[in-house]
C-alpha cells in the first residue's frame, strides 16, 4: 500500500503498533463514527468539544479540518473555543485557538 492509500493511523503508527491501527480503522473510524444516531457534524463538535478540554493539540489538527469537511464552519469552530475558554480553561482555548488559526489560515 502506497503512502497515500494509507489511512492516517497507518501513516502516523504503520508497523510499530499495527494493533492500535487496527482499532483506530475499524472500530474508531470504522463503527464508531459510522453509527447513525449522531451526524457526523455532532460527533466532529463532540470530538472537537473533548480535544480542546483535554488540552489533545496534536489530535486537534486533524479533528479540526474533519470537522470542516463534516459541515462545521470555522466562525462555529472559533466559537466553540471561545466558549470553551470558560469551561475547560483559558490556556487550552489559548492552545487551540492557535492551532486552529493555523489550520484555517493553510
Same mark, same amino acid.
Request: proline share 3%.
Given at each position: 500500500?502506497?503512502?497515500?492509500?494509507?489511512?492516517?493511523?497507518?501513516?502516523?503508527?504503520?508497523?510499530?503498533?499495527?494493533?492500535?491501527?487496527?482499532?483506530?480503522?475499524?472500530?474508531?473510524?470504522?463503527? !464508531?463514527?459510522?453509527?447513525?444516531?449522531?451526524?457526523?457534524?455532532?460527533?466532529?463538535?463532540?470530538?472537537?468539544?473533548?480535544? !480542546?478540554?483535554?488540552?489533545?493539540?496534536?489530535?486537534?489538527?486533524?479533528?479540526?479540518?474533519?470537522?470542516?469537511?463534516?459541515?462545521?464552519?470555522?466562525?462555529?469552530?472559533?466559537?466553540?473555543?471561545?466558549?470553551?475558554?470558560?469551561?475547560?480553561?483559558?490556556?487550552?482555548?489559548?492552545?487551540? !485557538?492557535?492551532?486552529?488559526?493555523? !489550520?484555517?489560515?493553510?
Amino acid at each position: 500500500m502506497t503512502e497515500t492509500n494509507q489511512t492516517r493511523a497507518q501513516q502516523l503508527i504503520g508497523d510499530f503498533a499495527p494493533k492500535l491501527v487496527e482499532l483506530t480503522d475499524d472500530v474508531l473510524f470504522g463503527d !464508531i463514527w459510522e453509527r447513525s444516531e449522531l451526524s457526523p457534524r455532532d460527533r466532529s463538535l463532540i470530538t472537537v468539544a473533548s480535544l !480542546i478540554t483535554s488540552g489533545s493539540t496534536e489530535q486537534l489538527r486533524g479533528h479540526l479540518a474533519r470537522a470542516k469537511t463534516n459541515g462545521l464552519t470555522e466562525e462555529e469552530l472559533k466559537e466553540t473555543i471561545i466558549h470553551l475558554a470558560f469551561y475547560a480553561g483559558w490556556p487550552k482555548a489559548m492552545s487551540a !485557538i492557535t492551532v486552529a488559526k493555523e !489550520i484555517f489560515t493553510q
